[in-house]
């Protein structure tokens, strides 16, 4: 097999795209996942629910001031383990969907007689939403577990976060926020490929920097920044879809215990629901919260994507060349 001009990326398609993306994407996620936790923790601020907005009561205040703070208060209050709290999901997303979208991405390209820009924003976005689409449940347990807060939160498993979403909302509950997840992930892989792809020929091309570890980390910087920008407003939205669960019974995680006093089942797991859905919840946003809101997270977002597609696409690349 020979590399296609433009340098990395063979023309055939095989195994390895899968296998080294998934590979490549879960060393990744381990390298910046704190940096996810504390974008997950500033994205979920600020949150008003309706029966306190008419009420005329005060907006819900906010804990951290910022990425800096959020990476010293939790830890100081929550442990270090915290900012880890939920990478067994996230791996596990990762190795789904970091597999499917960078495998069928460029098995899509393949399909393409010329490649062109738009071409393969078009592969890059069907690919990113279909294997999002695929990986949300991995991806709710991972915001649950990281917008969980308290010494409680860091025993629980991957195991005990799916059963407690599947017994008390269902099967719908492991597809919450998949809307906007997946339209976020389209926007991102829509981004993000292309641009790497455009950025690393554009610096062969005009000789600027060779098929080599410089060009792939300036290449993947200027991705990242392109998809922070584009993605965050949806991240702000799906994550905060995905953080909304039924409270429990009192006394017990499981809903075992007794009932509230004087109140019936349907009382005792009434649903916590902030937003009916993804246009009520970025409606309801904008209104109390303003635009502002739809970029909160965004610092950390870019920070994380930055090293984290440094990471993906230095060792993505690496893996290639071992053939």
């Not at 340098?7 to 390895?16: H, M, N």
């Not at 923790?41 to 008419?54: D, M, N, W």
């Not at 067994?88 to 010329?114: D, E, M, T, W």
């Amino acid at each position: 097999m020979s590399p296609r001009s433009g340098g990395g990326v063979y023309r055939e398609v095989s195994w390895r795209h899968f296998i080294y993306g998934g590979a490549a994407s879960c060393l990744a996620e381990c390298g910046t996942f704190p940096l996810d936790t504390t974008k997950t923790r500033l994205q979920i601020q600020g949150q008003q629910p309706t029966h306190l907005v008419s009420s005329g009561v005060s907006p819900i205040r906010s804990n951290y001031s910022g990425m800096l703070d959020a990476l010293v208060k939790i830890p100081r209050e929550e442990g270090y383990l915290a900012l880890y709290r939920g990478i067994s999901p996230a791996i596990l997303r990762q190795s789904v969907y970091g597999s499917l979208k960078f495998g069928a991405y460029y098995a899509l390209k393949r399909l393409i007689p010329q490649e062109q820009i738009y071409s393969n924003v078009a592969c890059a976005v069907v690919a990113g939403m279909a294997s999002s689409a695929l990986a949300n449940p991995t991806d709710v347990l991972k915001v649950r577990m990281q917008a969980a807060a308290g010494p409680t939160s860091s025993h629980t498993t991957i195991f005990q976060a799916f059963r407690k979403i599947y017994k008390f909302e269902g099967v719908k509950g492991l597809w919450r926020g998949v809307g906007p997840t997946s339209q976020r992930a389209g926007v991102i892989a829509g981004v993000e490929l292309p641009v790497y792809d455009a950025t690393k020929r554009y610096f062969i091309d005009q000789k600027i920097l060779e098929d080599s570890f410089p060009n792939h980390l300036a290449s993947s910087f200027v991705a990242s920044l392109a998809a922070a920008i584009g993605s965050t407003p949806l991240d702000v939205i799906r994550t905060r879809m995905m953080s909304q669960k039924v409270h429990p019974r009192p006394g017990d995680s499981f809903g075992r215990s007794c009932a509230f006093p004087n109140s019936g089942d349907k009382e005792m797991l009434r649903p916590s629901h902030i937003y009916r859905g993804s246009w009520d919840c970025l409606m309801v946003t904008l209104r109390h919260e303003g635009v502002t809101a739809l970029y909160r997270g965004f610092i950390p977002a870019w920070f994380r994507m930055g090293p984290w597609n440094v990471i993906f696409f230095t060792t993505y690349e690496q893996l290639l060349r071992l053939d």
